[in-house]
């Protein structure tokens, strides 16, 4: 297993547009998030699935944002009407129930919005 | 609500010790976590703290006192490799449902040089 991996690395999109962003998961990890950091900043909570199911989002992921884990493997998140706030590097990250050790990140797709 | 505190930037010099001090404000505590990640390159876990004390681990070591709110990563014999930005994160129980979810500091930058 070589880690959380994540398609595109890069996106850059106009404004209006929609985009989709995916991520494998380490396989034996059953939990997924996704955050999102802009320079000089921490990451940010977007969202977390256990398994397929979705329990947690932040309050920071609007309307026009949309994940899904399907299937409890790879996840998805799209953002719709992108804006150039949305600008940032989107990262996902992977664990296991009961490891109390740390997330693991996957590398990120950054995305422009012009 | 959650917030960290750590210091923007850090500078040392090569085999020198630097320590990187986090403080933090958050209405559940259950441990805290730092990350390292280098420029353009995904965060990388270092080291967790649930209890008081120091957690050492080769060159980095982590300290944790729970009664000050408190925490500091010291990284010795600083080698070049080791510039990179350094999160403290905590893991904030979300409020009826039992979801720990990581929160990040902002950051500290550690600039080593020759």
């Known amino acids: 297993d070589t880690g959380v991996s994540q398609d595109p690395r890069h996106k850059i999109t106009k404004r209006g547009q929609n985009v989709t962003f995916r991520c494998d998961p380490i396989s034996e990890h059953n939990r997924l998030y996704w955050y999102r950091q802009t320079l000089g900043q921490g990451p940010e909570f977007l969202t977390y699935f256990q398994n397929e199911a979705q329990l947690e989002k932040s309050r920071l992921l609007s309307d026009r944002f949309s994940a899904e884990r399907p299937k409890g493997s790879f996840s998805t998140l799209e953002i719709q009407r992108t804006e150039q706030g949305d600008s940032a590097m989107y990262l996902c990250a992977s664990s296991k129930t009961g490891d109390p050790m740390g997330y693991t990140f996957g590398s990120g797709t950054r995305l422009t919005v012009v | 609500g959650q917030s960290l505190e750590q210091p923007s930037e850090v500078t040392a010099v090569e085999g020198a010790i630097v320590q990187i001090n986090c403080t933090y404000q958050?209405?559940?505590?259950?441990?805290l976590s730092w990350y390292q990640q280098h420029d353009g390159g995904a965060p990388t876990f270092l080291s967790y703290?649930?209890?008081?004390g120091l957690e050492e681990t080769g060159r980095f070591s982590s300290f944790l006192s729970r009664s000050d709110s408190y925490g500091y990563l010291l990284l010795q014999e600083l080698q070049m490799k080791d510039s990179a930005s350094y999160f403290c994160?905590?893991?904030?129980?979300?409020?009826?449902?039992?979801?720990?979810?990581?929160?990040f500091g902002t950051g500290t930058r550690l600039l080593v040089s020759p």
């Open positions: 703290n649930a209890l008081d």
């Open positions: 994160a905590v893991r904030d129980r979300v409020m009826n449902t039992g979801f720990q979810k990581l929160v």
């Open positions: 958050t209405s559940g505590f259950y441990g």
